[in-house]
């Protein structure tokens, strides 16, 4: 599985997420923050590349997603994608139920230490 989208392509290669399978799925750990939220979530990640040089798309696929109304859906142009070397993806969008929103996909075969996390939030929000 190829990622068309550079901040995907290199959070794949990094975290050595890719396989053999037109499907990259793996465990990890969300930090979803807006203006009045900040949720904390473990759940299940699919980067899926549809068509050739179409499109990537990102799923989570935990039922609590939709309960606290955090999207389950990414699409790179709809929304920011950027990723941190070594540490976590970053997706920014808007919600109308959120507002303005940051995502952080941290994969699970990894351990974050507080002062890793609070970094990647200080450069997101700037």
């Known amino acids: 599985m190829k990622a068309i989208t550079e901040p995907l392509r290199n959070f794949i290669t990094d975290f050595k997420l890719e396989n053999n399978e037109k499907i ?3 465990g990890a750990l969300i930090y979803f923050s807006a203006q009045y939220s900040f949720i904390l979530l473990p759940t299940e990640v699919q980067i899926v590349t549809i068509g050739t040089d179409t499109i990537d798309v990102v799923y989570l696929l935990h039922s609590d997603v939709m309960k606290h109304g955090i999207p389950d859906m990414y699409i790179p142009g709809d929304e920011e994608f ?37 970094e990647v939030y200080s450069k997101s929000k700037s």
């Open 82 to 118: 950027r990723y941190e070397k070594n540490k976590a993806l970053i997706i920014k969008g808007n919600t109308p139920l959120h507002g303005n929103y940051i995502l952080a996909i941290h994969p699970e075969n990894k351990h974050w230490i507080d002062a890793a996390t609070n």
């Open 24 to 26: 990259v799925c793996f």
